[in-house]
């Protein structure tokens, strides 16, 4: 859940930082351009106030023709041009005032003239119409052009004449730059403090989900005491937490109850059942010979005696708490294969034996390394309570050697798997189909095909029981050619709370 919720916050923070982001970098370069063209309307203007009183063209007339009028004028044009050269020295801008025909009054470059397209020749025809030019078209960092303003020169209501400057962008354009350059080193320093708040954030939400997935998962798995702590979180989950602690209680209760009353009945009707057996044995004594109908009876006492046994022990396996320890589970469960030699002896059948350490090479043929000597055996190491995994690894060795036909083998293999170690009985029985694999385990199942071999039914599902305390697990699957495979393992490393 944090790998889908965590993106989905960034993205949407990207988002919102990208929104915000765009229309203020924008805003800044207008800003940095109408600082521009709010300078060079002041010097349109004042270039404008200088041409205002040139009344007269620059035509080539003789000193001694001109009027004291023509001569104040001359001295009003000497000034404007020497203005705009000055201008253009200093700052680099073309400037100009030109007449409605678009000849020049005076201009810097000396030889610069109103192109014929263009913003320069738009802003010139606007300011014709009366319209100075305020808000031209926004020079961005990766254009190389110009800034043309335009400013009007108006006499007796009428316009005469216009003052124009084409300014070079670059300086402007570097602003902008460096300014966009600031706002993303901020966007970014924005954007690790929000995903840093956004781990933070989900981390805090989801503490309680994955406490409570943890804790789930040990409920599942035979653990029924775990609990889920204290945790922070939203107060949803604090009180969702809460109450799966209350459900997990009540299951418990539950659950402790069915337990002991299954232990108490079985216990309590052991006793009724053996004085029953005993009755039917005396009144056996007293019937003629050859009356099978009390053997029968006492057949079936027996069988309903070892289901009582049977539930007995499920109870106490369920009940039971585990001890694990580190365990060598390869001694283990040589010893137990050795302890039911004597009983497969008697049916015919053989029990191997093998061991495969972390460092054997897998491709070892199982049939060259059975049966060694004790210390010759490789160390398989795992987590598991002793007893526990004895009852267990016994409940499934029984349960091979009942279905495996005389002059085969029962095989315990023991090896490791990634992070769990593995002890597996193989029969050479019939084997189960897919649908028999899928219910074995059940209480009280069966195969119909083996409701004659002794037994309750019972056996396997004590084997998961033990094997659940523990953090263990028990699996079936088919054996080539024919035959069932029983797997039991126990994790490696240390469970949680270990």
Not at 191 to 201: F, G
Not at 286 to 313: F, Y
Request: charged letters at 25%.
């Amino acid at each position: 859940m944090r790998t889908r919720l965590l993106p989905l916050l960034i993205v949407l923070m990207a988002g919102v930082l990208l929104a915000l982001g765009f229309p203020l970098a924008a805003s800044q370069a207008a800003s940095q351009q109408q600082r521009v063209v709010v300078d060079r309307i002041d010097d349109t203007t004042r270039f404008a106030a200088l041409a205002q009183y040139v009344t007269a063209r620059d035509e080539q007339t003789s000193r001694d023709e001109k009027s004291a009028e023509d001569s104040a004028d001359d001295e009003r044009l000497h000034t404007l041009r020497t203005e705009l050269a000055r201008y253009k020295d200093l700052y680099g801008i073309d400037a100009g005032v030109f007449y409605r025909d678009r000849t020049a009054m005076a201009s810097a470059p000396g030889d610069w003239q109103v192109p014929d397209t263009g913003e320069l020749y738009d802003a010139y025809n606007s300011a014709l119409l009366g319209r100075r030019t305020h808000d031209p078209r926004q020079v961005w960092p990766w254009q190389h052009r110009k800034l043309a303003i335009a400013s009007p020169i108006v006499r007796d209501g009428d316009v005469v004449a216009v003052v124009v400057t084409d300014s070079p962008t670059g300086a402007l354009r570097s602003r902008i730059l460096h300014g966009w350059l600031l706002l993303a080193a901020g966007e970014l320093a924005a954007m690790a403090i929000a995903v840093l708040c956004a781990v933070r954030l989900t981390a805090w939400v989801l503490l309680p989900v994955a406490r409570l997935d943890r804790v789930a998962h040990d409920i599942a798995t035979g653990r029924m005491k775990s609990r889920v702590g204290t945790a922070g979180g939203p107060p949803e989950l604090r009180r969702l937490v809460r109450s799966f602690n209350e459900m997990a209680d009540n299951v418990e209760e539950v659950l402790d109850q069915q337990r002991a009353f299954v232990a108490d009945a079985s216990h309590q009707l052991r006793n009724p059942l053996a004085a029953l057996l005993l009755r039917i044995e005396l009144l056996g004594l007293e019937l003629p010979d050859g009356h099978t109908e009390a053997l029968a009876v006492k057949e079936e006492g027996h069988r309903l005696a070892q289901v009582l046994d049977d539930l007995l022990g499920l109870a106490l396996a369920e009940r039971a708490g585990s001890h694990l320890a580190l365990t060598d589970l390869a001694a283990l469960a040589r010893t137990r294969a050795d302890a039911w030699r004597p009983v497969a002896d008697r049916a015919g059948i053989t029990v191997e034996f093998a061991a495969y350490g972390a460092a054997d090479d897998a491709a070892v043929d199982e049939e060259d390394r059975t049966d060694g000597d004790a210390d010759t055996v490789p160390e398989v190491i795992g987590w598991a309570d002793a007893v526990a995994l004895s009852s267990a690894l016994d409940a499934v060795i029984d349960n091979a050697i009942k279905f495996t036909p005389g002059g085969e083998a029962v095989r315990v293999r023991v090896r490791t798997d990634g992070k769990r170690a593995a002890i597996t009985v193989a029969d050479s029985g019939p084997g189960l189909t897919d649908e028999e694999l899928a219910r074995i385990g059940d209480r009280f199942w069966r195969s119909a095909r083996h409701q004659n071999v002794h037994g309750s039914g019972l056996g396997l599902s004590i084997a998961r029981a033990l094997l659940g305390q523990g953090g263990g697990d028990i699996t079936y699957g088919r054996r080539e050619p024919h035959g069932l495979e029983v797997t039991l393992t126990v994790p490696r490393t240390a469970p949680v709370g270990v």
